[in-house]
């Protein structure tokens, strides 16, 4: 246990730079927009000079970037994230009523992608070589060139209008007065396309990694002990390659989340999910910069707690990984 | 036998050549087989395809001819896609071989750079630049590299660290080479190939970065996009599901193709670096 919570120790200082340089970064960035919340706001309601002399001085923008940056860094230590001109509340709430929404959209095409995908991927990997092997290694590469908008345009098509199996978009249905188990299945009804769409791709990326990663694992010499000890066939390919071939999957699982995340963004769109994506879409055409930005800043840190928690994962399945460390 | 037979002697690598092949074909041709503007109207609206042999595939919801912004999309998705590739290798080649060569703080600073690069999402940072600079062809391909140079640097920099021990690195220094000179002239050009092994999949994902980013109405709203013309379907997804279908299976034959050129290529190097 010590040489996990010492590498979640250095991995945490480590991440706390990382955002610092992500938050001034994406600060100074949409800081460069020409216009600002003051100017978004007049556009909406309308107002005088006078009017957007005072909401500029009651905004802080009146200040120079840098006292600006130093405000919003200081507001952000109290997970302040400011207020929201187009939903005239704070960013703050309005993220956390839409981030469920991403994280069971994510979590489950994380979970069917690289449950289905490493599955088929040991599937193929068992004979290297054979016609299943090839089929499915091609496939997936087919798969891998789909993108995930389309395809979900695609879905739609076939399976909400024509054949009508489940709906077209949203989370969930509106004003069905559904509680318990029974919104739990309208909810996981509505979730079945947007999550094919989102994790289709992955699956084929795990399916490939499993695969790729079999292979390598087969040519070594433990493998051939594992032969001559008369294990049988099955055990040498799950006990054996197939749990050595594993670990690189995990590493993927935590460097592509941000994919994921960024891959979310159209995937909600594309079926209406009131998510964290379709909340940054909202911010752009909304030129809602401070919003834009607390959104970047919470798909950051989502990203970074999705790696540690991939770290952890690793010093429990790999009793190498860290060792060094704890014994230093 | 020479590495040209070699890539053709594999299945997958032909058909990713005949695929690009034919795609590049259409870019080039574009302005030949239909010259004037493609976003011109060219006959009634929603002409299913197939039906009217000077409109093979129809018309779009303005009376658009299909194949015409078929084959121009063709001409954005690749100038788009190969753009922000080789920027994105560049870009990450030369991070990369300056870390890596430098060392010490200058490496420590670049790669936290890295890192917070890779933190963020990089379609949510394509889409907040594209929102701040406004969308035009050169500011895509830059939003599309600002998030696709920090897989190369770090592969480059890795390559880096160790060409720099070799001897030949010694070599330079004790002929007095300056430093810079030794990173870009010596370390840099035998850290590329496996930098450049990583293109077709950078190739790829620009390409369908592009895609989205102008399926949610962020492209160059000058030039027509495949992603764009995706977008345009939506609106009639339920009556004329063809136009959002159309302009997809050209992007996703498109990305194959390079994904399966780009496997031929390493297969033909690999084998090479094996015999070798």
Known sequence: MTRTLILLRRRLIGSIFVLLIVVIGTFLLLESAPGDAVDAYIASTGGDAGMIELLRHRWGLDQSALTRLANYLWALLHLDLGQSVTFSRPIREVILQRLPNTLLLMGSATAVSFGLGSALGIYAGARPGSFRDRFLSIGSLAVYAVPGFWLGLVLIIVFAVDLRWFPIGGIESLASGKTGLDRAMDIASHLVLPVSALGFIYLALYLRMMRAGMAEVWRQDFVLAARAKGLSRRRIVLAHVARNALLPLVTMLGLQSAQMLGGSVVIESVFSVPGLGRLAQEAVAARDTPLLLGIILTSAVLVVIINLLVDIAYTVLDPRVGASEASA | ?276
């Open chain 2, 1 to 276: 036998m020479n590495p040209l037979r070699r890539f053709f002697r594999t299945p997958e690598a032909v058909a990713g050549a005949i695929i690009l092949a034919a795609l590049c074909a259409m870019a080039l041709a574009a302005p030949l087989f239909f010259p004037g503007d493609p976003q011109a109207i060219a006959g009634p609206a929603l002409l299913p395809p197939f039906q009217d042999w000077s409109l093979p595939l129809g018309t779009d919801r303005l009376g658009r001819d299909v194949l015409a912004e078929l084959f121009h999309g063709a001409r954005t998705s690749l100038a788009v896609g190969l753009a922000a590739a080789a920027t994105a290798l560049a870009v990450g080649a030369i991070v990369g071989t300056v870390a890596g060569f430098a060392g010490g703080g200058v490496d420590e600073v670049l790669m936290r750079i890295t890192d917070a690069f890779q933190t963020v999402p990089s379609f949510l940072l394509a889409l907040a630049f594209v929102s701040v600079v406004g969308p035009s062809l050169g500011v895509v391909v830059a939003a599309i590299a600002l998030g696709a140079w920090t897989g190369p640097a770090r592969v480059a920099r890795a390559e880096v660290l160790s060409i720099r021990e070799r001897d030949f690195v010694a070599g330079a220094r004790v002929i007095g080479m300056h430093p810079l000179e030794i990173a870009f002239r010596e370390v840099l050009p035998n850290a590329l190939p496996p930098v450049l092994a990583l293109s077709s999949v950078i190739v790829a994902a620009a390409i369908l970065t592009e895609a989205a980013l102008s399926f949610l109405g962020l492209g160059d709203p000058n030039r027509v996009t495949w992603g764009g013309m995706i977008a345009e379907g939506r609106a009639v997804l339920r009556t004329a599901p063809f136009l959002s279908i159309i302009p997809g299976v050209a992007l996703v034959l498109t990305v194959l193709g390079v994904y399966l050129a780009g496997e031929g290529v390493v297969e033909t190097t690999a084998v090479r670096r094996s015999l070798s």
